[in-house]
């Protein structure tokens, strides 16, 4: 008994395949179209669009396939059947000839059709791997090949007694193995274990320190004042390579990048560096601006994630090239051949299933073609070319072509006191503010609710509802980099923890405030920092203090200041939402900043705020908070409260002047920063480059190429 009508499975059986291949063509477009945007996009709602695509289209892809084996296997059972069964001889001497005919017809359109799933499960060059995990998954990925190429090799053998379409069906086989082989080559060298055997090169002798110590010996009995450490570093110095034919724009840029990235891609799974490449790295960015060397780590993280995530490792060398250019000849003459066998043989196709046929071809060309631009405008045919300039002159018209962002050159943003504060009581309120709107939907819906119940976590409806996004400004780029190449003249100053940081730079200001916790310093300046920018009106005007002209605040003063609410609400969004990229230190940060969330809500709910606007909300929150009594002082040596110490530590900021509490505050920010750099994984540094980017990422990269990284082994002197 058929639970679904005849109807119904009669439609399915006529259409499922051919649906199916046009749905994982249209994928492919999807995917080769949107994929590489994904690292110059930091929108949650398109990087879910993306991950939602490229599962679907090796699930389609799969499934097409195997509708095929299935529907080729049933055809010619039926035919067998049909041949041998007497009861029915009169019935086929006169049907059997016109159905044997369509079921051949069928059959070669379907050992045609196999081939290009092949080549969809391959999938474009802008992406093979949506998360490093996906590249681990390497061995399974070749399983399946070995899977899906033996199922297409099934149906077209069953098609081959009379199968007119033999030659363009080879064809389109050997160009979907070589896309799919691409594609898992590609996975294996972007997993860790390939990625570590491409560090290993050829092993390069050490110097003949036996042969130095007898020339250290004969220049000193020649009278010469010579320096053993000296002589060593010497040895070590390599050559630089030559410069000569280069330009000084974004092409010298792109080619410096790439030589960077050939020596420092080794951190990702902490590899150190000798004297050599790292001094030579160090003297590079030492003479450049901020601006040009946060665009030199863009390029270098751009090599870093075709490497990971796309065939660029694959395709830009000899073979690969000589690979594509077969696949793409084959694909061509594969639509020819059809093109003309169907006109010679006149084998009675349905005009749908014609259709179908060169919309597949053609989608295939297109693809094919859409490709081949994207690899001659790539950043690796830039640094393939030679120096002459000829080849200049190709490379400047190729930076030209957009899209030019190669991150998304942003911060998440997330802030504490903006996720405590009641919702806007106005109804205009509730439905321009997000958080307040995304609140009705999920207590209407008790999305929460259930997911608790089931043990899920809520971290990304909270990242959806609460956390955006701010431009990272040059002038941000400008401050960081100062103080990257300010700061480590001193040896190990960005080794030291954050405690010691505080206790040594400001001993009079803050005296124990500062023996704390990383994860705990982090909310206190956190929350200090919103309780002075929201209560600090006329910052980069006068002081907050006083309004005399004599104390005047700088603009310098201003711009400190909004860096400190950038890189607050930044830390705060990486401490809560990415906790994978924060210090070991700060594993329970987040139990943590659920207990301070608890507090400031209690507080909220005891001192009610009477605002229309959430600007004005939060700006009467803060100014609540910053009024501490004195028993609140008092028992602040007694408990532990983060909430408390931040209030405290705000009022004592409040009493200094705008400009020097706003250079405090940039320089704290500045030090965590790069704390959490320096002790964040590069894996996890690697996962976040296919969503975007992170700024901590490039701070990572800068601190190491100037040589005051954990993976640095160079002595600044």
Request: charged residues 20%; neutral net charge; aromatic residues 12%.
């Amino acid at each position: 008994m058929n639970v679904l009508p005849k109807r119904w499975t009669d439609l399915w059986n006529e259409w499922s395949i051919r649906v199916a291949i046009l749905i994982s063509l249209l994928f492919q477009i999807f995917l080769i179209m949107f994929a590489s945007r994904r690292r110059n996009q930091a929108s949650k709602l398109f990087i879910l669009f993306i991950w939602s695509v490229y599962l679907l289209a090796d699930w389609i892809a799969i499934c097409a396939l195997g509708l095929i084996c299935s529907k080729q296997g049933q055809s010619d059972c039926n035919n067998y059947n049909q041949m041998h069964d007497t009861s029915k001889f009169n019935t086929i001497a006169f049907t059997g000839s016109k159905h044997n005919s369509s079921s051949q017809n069928d059959d070669m359109l379907l050992a045609f059709w196999a081939p290009f799933l092949l080549l969809h499960l391959g999938g474009p060059d802008t992406i093979t791997a949506f998360a490093m995990e996906d590249n681990e998954l390497w061995p399974r990925h070749l399983i399946t090949l070995l899977f899906e190429v033996a199922s297409a090799a099934y149906v077209f053998i069953l098609s081959i007694p009379n199968n007119h379409l033999l030659a363009p069906t080879l064809l389109m086989f050997l160009a979907g193995i070589i896309k799919y082989s691409e594609r898992n080559y590609a996975l294996y060298l972007g997993s860790l274990e390939g990625f570590r055997d491409r560090m290993l090169k050829k092993p390069e002798p050490s110097i003949d320190y036996g042969k130095l110590m007898e020339e250290y010996a004969y220049r000193k009995e020649c009278g010469e004042m010579v320096d053993v450490m000296s002589m060593i570093i010497n040895a070590n110095k390599k050559p630089e390579p030559s410069q000569d034919g280069e330009t000084s724009d974004l092409v010298d840029k792109m080619r410096k990048a790439y030589r960077l990235f050939d020596m420092f891609k080794g951190m990702i799974v902490e590899r150190t560096f000798s004297y050599h490449e790292l001094e030579g790295s160090r003297t590079t960015f030492l003479g450049m601006s901020g601006q040009d060397a946060f665009q030199v780590v863009e390029f270098e993280l751009n090599f870093l994630h075709e490497v990971l995530f796309t065939k660029a490792v694959v395709l830009h060398n000899l073979f690969g090239y000589v690979l594509r250019a077969i696949c793409s000849c084959s694909i061509m003459v594969a639509f020819v051949s059809f093109f003309f066998l169907s006109r010679k043989h006149r084998f009675g196709f349905r005009k749908l299933d014609i259709a179908i046929t060169y919309t597949l071809l053609g989608g295939a060309i297109c693809l094919d073609a859409f490709a081949l631009v994207m690899l001659i405008l790539s950043d690796w045919t830039i640094v393939k070319l030679k120096s002459w300039p000829f080849c200049n002159t190709i490379s400047k018209l190729i930076l030209r072509v957009p899209p030019k962002k190669r991150w998304s050159a942003s911060v998440s943003q997330y802030n504490l006191i903006n996720h405590c504060i009641p919702a806007d009581p106005t109804y205009l309120g509730r439905i321009v503010d997000r958080p307040t709107l995304f609140g009705k939907v999920d207590e209407m819906l008790c999305i929460q609710k259930m997911l608790r119940r089931m043990h899920i976590g809520t971290q990304s409806i909270d990242e959806l509802q609460y956390s955006w996004d701010k431009d990272v400004t040059d002038e941000l780029k400008e401050y960081i980099f100062g103080q990257l190449k300010e700061k480590p003249k001193r040896a190990n100053y960005w080794k030291k923890a954050f405690s010691d940081f505080i206790v040594e730079e400001y001993p009079l200001e803050f005296g124990n405030m500062g023996k704390v916790d990383f994860d705990e310093g982090l909310l206190m300046w956190h929350m200090a920092t919103d309780l002075c920018y929201f209560t600090d009106e006329n910052a980069g005007k006068h002081d907050s203090i006083t309004e005399s002209k004599e104390d005047a605040v700088p603009v310098e003063a201003s711009m400190h200041r909004k860096f400190c609410k950038i890189l607050s609400d930044y830390l705060v969004y990486l401490l809560v939402m990415q906790p994978s990229m924060m210090p070991s230190s700060a594993g329970i940060g987040r139990i943590r900043y659920r207990d301070t969330c608890a507090e400031a809500k209690n507080y909220f709910h005891r001192v009610p705020l009477n605002g229309e606007k959430s600007d004005e909300l939060i700006r009467r929150a803060c100014h609540n908070l910053l009024f501490v009594t004195a028993e609140e002082l008092e028992a602040a040596s007694s408990i532990s409260s983060v909430l408390l110490n931040a209030r405290i530590l705000a009022k004592d900021l409040k009493h200094m002047k705008a400009a020097k509490r706003w250079k405090i505050m940039s320089a704290v920010w500045t030090e965590m920063l790069v704390n959490v750099a320096n002790q964040c994984p590069g894996i996890a540094h690697a996962q976040r480059l296919n969503k975007g980017g992170e700024l901590l990422t490039f701070v990572w990269f800068l601190m190491n190429h100037l040589g005051s990284g954990e993976l640095s082994i160079i002595k600044l002197v």
